[in-house]
């Protein structure tokens, strides 16, 4: 499984960043090999629809689990659309992250506002 | 003319000076548009009635399932990202839609046609002293302020007008770029405080940005200390008027009362003021090619850094 978690340096164990938009990187770790690498987020400059933007990267990178801290309101429906599950962590290494993911200890992220934003075709 | 009363800072007295501008030539049937679309509040004041109203759309996408492909070239062309194309799926986010078309243009399989959203409304009315009034107001939960002013400006609701008077909203953003570009002159409200100070200093970059004559009212004179005289000298800014720190002021703009209602002795001062800007205009023209381009609106938050 390709699982993504955010952070803002390319390190050995970086430190969660908490804004899923607005990541510096995506650390991209491959569940079975352990393989990993930074991707660098799209999203980060831009100055609207952030969360748009790096939630379509992920889909188009084939990323089929995130680890955050908060997904916003329209990133969170692009990556439910999207079949992706979302993960959420308050703080945290990365490897202990890793740990609590596979120890299934990592609750699934709610919905912020309540409702699906986004208008389907 | 079309004058233009901006600052960096807010609560400094846009409103304040705006409306009793507009109350000192309405004889001249000026027309006062309330560009603060956010939080638009001169209506208080100078109360018109309003008689016409205009919503203001932006034409958002709406993709045919039978027609669409999946190729996702939508969400690729979308520069602000309101588009995503999923598997074959496509989610439309309008509020991030500004409406640029260009999903539309480029969509291979003609799957998406453009459906009008609402964003706000234009009203306008002619207060009881005869000053034609227009505001814009942005509907709660849009994000964009810009097409909304754009529309005011264009909206036109009692023809063409000789003595315009654009209330704006506070700040350097993309509101405040819209509000000022086309304007003849800006008067820059601020106050003599390290706050005033600073925004006002982001508020004299923005208007030499946009290669417009600027000058400033002082208000609450007296408070604070000297750094907005010093700069405005050092700049070459005029201070056209020097309103004192008065509670008496502030209680009458509370009850709703313009300054010069509450303080007819003032009159003469917003006079002067119009007379100054005059003079202040014809010496820009001389000094100055007249500058058509302005900087495009969608650009002007990063190109004055805001």
Known sequence: MKLALTVNKQADNPKLDRRFGRCSYFLVVDTETQKRAFLSNPGVDSERGAGTQAAQYLVNESVEAVISGHFGPNAYSVLDAAGIQMFAANEGQVDSLLADFHTGKLPHAVSQDGHRRGRRR | ?306
Not at chain 2, 35 to 40: N, S
Not at chain 2, 218 to 233: F, T
Request: hydrophobic content about 40%.
């Open chain 2, 1 to 306: 003319m079309i004058l233009a009363i901006a600052s960096g800072k807010g609560g400094t007295g846009k409103t304040t000076i705006a409306t009793s501008l507009a109350q000192v030539i309405a004889e001249q049937s000026p027309l006062y548009l309330d560009c603060d679309v956010e939080a638009p509040n001169a209506h208080i004041f100078l109360d018109p009635e309003f008689e016409q109203s205009q919503p203001v759309n932006l034409p958002t996408p709406s993709v045919d399932e039978n027609r669409c492909a999946g190729c996702g070239r939508c969400a690729e062309v979308c520069q602000y990202h309101a588009i995503v194309s999923i598997d074959g799926k496509v989610l439309v986010f309008p509020e991030l839609c500004h409406g640029c078309g260009s999903c539309m243009r480029q969509c291979p399989h003609g799957a998406i046609e453009e459906i009008p959203s609402v964003l706000g409304l234009l009203e306008a009315g002619i207060t009881p002293e005869g000053i034609h009034f227009a505001r814009g107001t942005l509907d709660i939960g849009q994000p964009m302020a810009v097409p909304i002013i754009r529309a005011l400006k264009q909206w036109d609701p009692y023809g063409d007008m000789e003595q315009v008077i654009r209330d704006s909203s506070p700040g350097v953003s993309c509101p405040v770029v819209e509000t000022l570009a086309g304007a003849d002159f800006v008067l820059l409200v601020t106050e003599p405080t390290p706050f005033g100070l600073h925004d006002l200093q982001l508020a004299v970059q923005l208007t030499e940005e946009l290669n417009l004559p600027a000058g400033v009212v002082l208000n609450r004179d007296g408070i604070g200390d000297q750094r907005v005289e010093e700069y405005c000298r050092s700049e070459g800014v005029p201070v056209l008027m020097r309103i004192p720190f008065d509670e008496r002021i502030g209680k009458a703009v509370a009850h709703g009362e313009t300054l010069i209602e509450a303080f007819p002795e003032f009159q003469p001062r917003f006079h002067e003021v119009f007379a100054r800007i005059t003079d202040l205009i014809s010496d820009h023209e001389t000094t100055n090619q007249p500058v058509e381009e302005i900087m495009p609106a969608s650009r002007c938050s990063k190109a004055i850094g805001s």
